[in-house]
């Protein structure tokens, strides 16, 4: 197989919005942050990265902004996920064109389709994309799973090369019937070590908005062998990802970051600012990380 797309900590940036578009600025300076502070690679257009209230010409050009800024120093991965497979086939190939080096595509949504049709849409974005394509398995929001069967059966397409995998505890059975033919990231941050336990090549982290240090320490830590210091990381790190989904992401952690003085704008509707309580919930448990490297970046 070829090498992993990135190891360590990849942080699913937050798309910065203004109340008229996207303040293109700001995503160009929040790329200088992480790859400053020693994130591995850079998720644009993901969930984080509200890419489902994005037109199309928006989201390209949220990805070749991001291409632009990264400019080669660590691999971009766009989100091109969509329920309709000729609009994913679309913004791959678009995504493409504005040079990510990988596509994330998570499963089809809210149409709930069967295990074939599953299979079907895969293969045919996989078919019209000449890029690595990272499959995106979050049940929790799509109420569609990715099974070790379906796997088995994408293995045969070679760009079809990892999974971002959020339904954790099936990832034995994949990996005993597709053997070590995909890498893994965790969608979880705070199962991040248990899934390199198991053999992932690292994170896809929110997180990692917040600390992306701490992130790509705690992971490379695990892979050099420190398992200790990565697991001791691990736990330290659990009251922050609590805070991170104290309400559906993105809210808290676009809230942490303007908290923090980043002023990355709000969410787009159907998401909204967050409660009073679980804002105060946020701030208090930002107060007890250091976030140093945030004020001498941001000011």
């Not at 010409?57 to 091109?80: N, Q, S």
């Not at 994330?104 to 074939?116: D, F, I």
Request: glycine letters at 8%.
């Amino acid at each position: 197989m070829a090498r992993p797309i990135f190891e360590g900590s990849g942080v699913a940036v937050v798309t910065p919005f203004t109340s008229t578009g996207v303040d293109y600025a700001k995503l160009e300076k929040l790329v200088e942050f992480h790859i400053k502070n020693k994130s591995d690679a850079i998720i644009i257009c993901g969930s984080t990265g509200e890419a489902s209230t994005m037109p199309d010409d928006e989201h390209l050009a949220v990805i070749k902004c991001c291409v632009d800024a990264v400019a080669g120093r660590v691999p971009v991965i766009a989100g091109t996920g969509s329920n309709d497979t000729n609009h994913g086939i679309h913004l791959t190939q678009g995504a493409i064109k504005a040079g990510a080096d990988a596509v994330l595509v998570v499963t089809p949504y809210y149409n709930k389709c069967s295990p074939e049709g599953l299979y079907r849409h895969y293969k045919a974005i996989s078919d019209n994309a000449e890029a690595p394509i990272v499959l995106y398995n979050v049940p929790s929001r799509t109420n569609v799973n990715i099974s070790a069967d379906v796997l088995y059966r994408l293995a045969d397409f070679e760009n079809i090369v990892a999974i971002k995998e959020c339904n954790l505890g099936q990832v034995p059975e994949i990996l005993s019937k597709c053997g070590d033919r995909f890498d893994f990231y965790s969608g979880e941050d705070g199962l991040a070590v248990p899934l390199a336990s198991l053999g992932g090549k690292g994170v896809i982290s929110v997180v990692g908005n917040i600390l992306p240090e701490h992130m790509s320490t705690m992971m490379h830590a695990y892979l050099d062998g420190d398992t200790k210091k990565a697991r001791q990381m691990q736990i330290d790190i659990i009251p922050m990802v609590k805070a991170m989904f104290c309400e559906v992401n993105p809210i808290p952690v676009k809230e942490a970051m303007n908290i923090l003085g980043m002023e990355v704008g709000p969410c787009r509707l159907p998401l909204c600012e967050m409660s009073s309580k679980n804002h105060d919930f946020v701030a208090d448990v930002l107060s007890k990380y250091d976030t140093s490297a945030i004020k001498a970046f941001f000011g």
